[in-house]
T-cell receptor
Framework: DTAVSQTPKYLVTQMGNDKSIKCEQNLGHDTMYWYKQDSKKFLKIMFSYNNKELIINETVPNRFSPKSPDKAHLNLHINSLELGDSAVYFC???????????????FGPGTRLLVL | QKEVEQNSGPLSVPEGAIASLNCTYSDRGSQSFFWYRQYSGKSPELIMSIYSNGDKEDGRFTAQLNKASQYVSLLIRDSQPSDSATYLCAVGWGGSTLGRLYFGRGTQLTVWP
């Protein structure tokens, strides 16, 4: 009964390829996120969807395109992969409070992407 | 610009000691404060959440929040080698940033036996 799951766990690919990472949550949360964690362990938000609507879109190259087919799923497609895209990508979900602030974000296990 | 600052460490304490982890944030009006623990090669997992000024205790962990000083800390009593990990402070502001958490760069803690 995994709460937030991601596939694949590891992804090794060549520069220039296109790849997708999938995320699913069974917590009934209304908000899902993609984070990138670099080699220095800094966790930086990329995107957030609330009820399938994009609400956070950080300064991310447009080679990265998120898609949320429903509240429980948030996928990340990356075109023309570059060496600098190598990182760990975490999906997370939470229930956002109506009047601000938020509940805890729960993280998936991460996808370790290595671009050669 | 909203920023969350943590001492990167590493912080090294002997087993049984109290480990004190500190975090400051740049902007008043923040509403939610979280401490996550991340073991090497694993995902962040929640240790504590705190929303009001004061102390919140959960087992060996105590979170302390002082909004006037824009400061949040995590105390780990009776530290164990299994507490060795990176601890991430995260702050949520709500409002126009609804749903967004700002993370510090983490403090690496080592508890030696």
């Amino acid at each position: 009964d995994t709460a937030v799951s991601q596939t694949p766990k590891y992804l090794v690919t060549q520069m220039g390829n296109d790849k997708s990472i999938k995320c699913e949550q069974n917590l009934g949360h209304d908000t899902m996120y993609w984070y990138k964690q670099d080699s220095k362990k800094f966790l930086k938000i990329m995107f957030s969807y609330n009820n399938k609507e994009l609400i956070i879109n950080e300064t991310v190259p447009n080679r990265f395109s998120p898609k949320s087919p429903d509240k429980a799923h948030l996928n990340l497609h990356i075109n023309s992969l570059e060496l600098g895209d190598s990182a760990v990508y975490f999906c997370a979900s939470s229930q956002v409070r109506a009047r601000g602030g938020q509940e805890t974000q729960y993280f998936g296990p991460g996808t370790r992407l290595l671009v050669l | 610009q909203k920023e969350v600052e943590q001492n990167s460490g590493p912080l090294s304490v002997p087993e049984g000691a109290i480990a004190s982890l500190n975090c400051t944030y740049s902007d008043r009006g923040s509403q939610s404060f979280f401490w996550y623990r991340q073991y090497s090669g694993k995902s962040p997992e929640l240790i504590m959440s705190i929303y009001s000024n004061g102390d919140k205790e959960d087992g060996r962990f105590t979170a302390q929040l002082n909004k006037a000083s824009q400061y949040v800390s995590l105390l780990i009593r009776d530290s164990q080698p299994s507490d060795s990990a990176t601890y991430l402070c995260a702050v949520g502001w709500g409002g126009s940033t609804l749903g967004r958490l700002y993370f510090g760069r983490g403090t690496q803690l080592t508890v030696w036996p």
